[in-house]
Nanobody, 115 residues
Framework: QVQFVESGGGVVQPGGSLRLSCAAS????????MAWYRQAPGKQHELFAS????????YYTEFAKGRFTISRDNAKNTMYLQMNSLKLEDTAVYYC????????WGQGTQVTVSS
């Protein structure tokens, strides 16, 4: 089993940046394709970025392309998300999990974009 601790969220103005981290416990992190998800109030978890086991292949949904960058460090059991040019609609709780959602959700990290 893997447990996740997301961090790095906060309150930022439109156009600002944040860097999220996802620290994973256990030994299975490096064997899994990973992803970032977000959940707006009243909605389900939404995948918007993923990264392959070795980090060489990434995927972004349209709203994340060009603004967000996913990366990982398997030696540190950690995944990152650099978010730039944040918009009001990026406000949500951000989570990490495997691409197949194989593990329990962590507590997430709140990102609030507000002027």
């Amino acid at each position: 089993q893997v447990q996740f601790v997301e961090s790095g969220g906060g309150v930022v103005q439109p156009g600002g940046s944040l860097r999220l981290s996802c620290a994973a416990s256990g030994n299975l992190f490096k064997f899994n394709n990973m992803a970032w998800y977000r959940q707006a109030p009243g909605k389900q978890h939404e995948l918007f970025a993923s990264i392959s086991i070795g980090g060489g292949t990434t995927y972004y949904t349209e709203f994340a392309k060009g603004r967000f960058t996913i990366s990982r460090d398997n030696a540190k059991n950690t995944m990152y998300l650099q978010m730039n040019s944040l918009k009001l609609e990026d406000t949500a709780v951000y989570y990490c999990n495997s691409r197949a959602i194989s593990f329990n959700w962590g507590q997430g990290t709140q990102v609030t974009v507000s002027s």
